[in-house]
């Protein structure tokens, strides 16, 4: 099935203010997540879609077996971020919060690695929000996080691969801003939303597009994106 890809830029004025808006910012403190050794050349960061069991998820595996299959010799490490990925939307915060981190430490500790986000469905919000632009005004920030991603923090980020982005409007309804990448990495980023998914497209209702990119050229599309930045 052929795919579509969309990079979405800084925009203004993020007026929903509910708590999945603490995914714009950017983790300056707080436990840091275990980092493997030696370092890998490329870390491919992870979040999976709503309601599927802890790990990369389905997108996710496919797309990192993908990366790694461009990766010739170079070593490719993942990390799949720990967070609940229910139908209770504003827990995707738990998730930027995870990502983050461990983006940070990743930062810190292997400096040379080249970083790649990637997110599929609620984890392409959670990722997108990561990289957000803003803080929404009036929007009281939890303990442990403050500012957008600095500069610093997005020159360790080589790309950022998102499936099936829910759109501005499905987001609203669930209570949370539109999910806006931040001008940091939106070149570096690209956004997939296979045909008929309403989901990422927009028109409301339901979407058995949505639940299967990973069955598709998606996962090997984002990855050969990736590949011509990392390798």
Do not use: W
């Not at 840091?32 to 960061?45: L, R, S």
């Not at 979040?47 to 299959?69: H, I, K, S």
């Not at 939307?89 to 461990?102: E, Q």
């Not at 939303?193 to 058995?208: E, N």
């Amino acid at each position: 099935m052929s795919t579509s890809a969309r990079a979405r830029r800084l925009s203004t004025g993020i007026g929903a203010l509910l708590g999945v808006a603490a995914a714009v910012f950017t983790l300056c403190a707080g436990a840091p997540t275990a980092t493997a050794e030696p370092c890998a050349d490329v870390d491919v960061t992870f979040a999976r879609g709503t309601t599927e069991p802890p790990g990369l998820g389905a997108v996710g595996q496919a797309f990192v077996d993908e990366v790694r299959a461009r990766a010739g010799t170079r070593t490719v490490s993942d990390y799949a971020v720990n967070y609940p990925a229910s139908n209770d939307f504003p827990t995707a915060s738990d998730g930027v919060v995870d990502a983050i981190s461990h983006i940070n430490t990743m930062a810190a500790n292997c400096p040379k690695t080249k970083l790649v986000l990637g997110g599929s469905s609620q984890g392409a919000a959670v990722i997108g929000y990561v990289t957000g632009p803003a803080i929404p005004p009036g929007y009281i920030v939890p303990a442990g996080i403050n500012g957008p991603m600095s500069a610093q923090t997005a020159e360790h980020i080589a790309a950022v691969a998102l499936f099936g982005t829910p759109s501005d409007g499905v987001v609203a309804t669930l209570g949370a801003p539109p999910v806006v990448i931040g001008p940091l990495v939106a070149d570096k980023t690209i956004d997939i939303c296979l045909p008929g998914d309403v989901i990422c497209a927009g028109g409301g209702g339901i979407s058995l597009v949505h639940g299967n990119y990973a069955h598709t050229q998606a996962p090997a599309e984002a990855a050969d994106f990736v590949a011509q930045r990392v390798f």
